[in-house]
Nanobody, 117 residues
Framework: VQLVESGGGLVQAGGSLRLSCAASGLTFSSYAMGWYRQAPGKGRELVAAIRSDGRTYYGDSVQGRFAISRVNFNNTVYLQMNSLKPEDTAMYHC????????????WGQGTQVTVSS
């Protein structure tokens, strides 16, 4: 299984970015997918998840600002990030999720998002 993230970068507060995660080596449509982030000195945080049936989950800190989506025919999951804040600065990773508890198993290498004030 390979997950490759892209779309990170430097943006001013209030701006937007869209992250992409291209998956290969798996039956993508059968997997729940998630976006995690980790800032320096902080723990890993689940930002958003999307189940195989399209149901979504968002962390409290991004609710109403971020949107996760998936396109099964091209094995890609997206994270649209709007109204970005400096506290959104982190390395963002996508992951496959398994089980009712949505435990992560496969990870991508990550893409850096930096939001300037």
């Amino acid at each position: 299984v390979q997950l490759v993230e892209s779309g990170g970068g430097l943006v001013q507060a209030g701006g937007s970015l869209r992250l992409s995660c291209a998956a290969s080596g798996l039956t993508f449509s059968s997997y729940a997918m998630g976006w995690y982030r980790q800032a320096p000195g902080k723990g890993r945080e689940l930002v958003a998840a999307i189940r195989s049936d399209g149901r979504t989950y968002y962390g409290d800190s991004v609710q109403g600002r971020f949107a996760i989506s998936r396109v099964n025919f091209n094995n890609t999951v997206y994270l649209q990030m709007n109204s970005l804040k400096p506290e959104d600065t982190a390395m963002y990773h996508c992951a496959t999720l398994r089980g009712v508890a949505l435990d992560p198993n496969y990870w991508g290498q990550g893409t850096q998002v930096t939001v300037s004030s």
